[in-house]
């Protein structure tokens, strides 16, 4: 095992150690900011940020996860105004995917092991039109579900087919769960990995030491991807994942794609609440992003 234990570290593949600490940080120096996830409509996105206001709570992000494809332009263009007003950083999910589309396969016990992907050429056609629709009016960070879509819109931005500040943010849905697929995924482009949700701190650790980008870990979850929460460990992963988004209020959802509520986008807020608690009782040295960081995906 020691010669591939090398023969990974040469290919900038990291083991961490129990005493790992993460020195790399946001450019504006934080080690943590805040994420809502699951704010499908401009409704629940005005209720969160009213209760952000109302109990003088800072979140960085708001991420959409049911679908652009659901959303008129109309909404879409309220939630990028609402975004922009709060500086709140707005990132809204590709729609087209295999739960949505005919495959009987998805449906299965074992076919659900293909998620989110994308079958075939016209739905990687259709997941683009989506993410270009949203691009064009205004939104600038996109929640992606599949590796190959990744790459292609990566290729994209890059020719400049679509624009240059669009930030690509890939779903726990899409399986990465170990440092070489961390690797992979930057590699191709991504700006933000949300690795599976309930991956050990020194398997976050492993996978900090090896990639730059920042790490997306759910701090709580909805029923349908275990229900676990995870407040008290947050400390700690501050530590070793830094910079990272903490993703907080899942445990109010029942299921990824759940409809939010005005009230229960105000609980995820109070969910918000308790884990700022646990990190100011805790690990009160730690450095949160301000929420005017230039580096934050804001749509222009």
Known sequence: MKETRISLEKLGIHEATTEYVSNKRFNDKGQYRLEVPGIQTPNAL???????????????????????????????????????????????????????????TVQTSEGKRIGYRLRGFDNLVYAIEDVKRATNLGVRGILLYDEGLLYALSQMRENGEIPKDIHFKLSAHAGCSNPASAKLFEKIGLNSLNPVRDLQIPMLASMRKTINIPIDIHTENPKSTGGFIRHYEVPGMIKVASPIYLKTGGSIAKTHNWDTTN????????????????????????????KSSKDLAIPL
């Open 46 to 104: 005005s209720s969160l940020i009213n209760a952000c206001e109302d109990e003088n709570i800072i979140i960085h992000r708001a991420t959409q996860t049911k679908g652009i494809m659901f959303l008129r332009d109309s909404e879409i263009n309220e939630m990028v105004e609402l975004a922009k007003s709060a500086r709140i950083e707005l990132f809204l999910s590709v729609g087209p995917r295999a739960t949505y589309d005919t495959s009987a």
């Open 263 to 290: 009230t229960e986008a105000k609980l995820r807020i109070k969910q918000v609440g308790l884990v700022q608690d646990v990190i100011d009782r805790y690990y009160p040295e730690a450095k949160m992003s301000p």
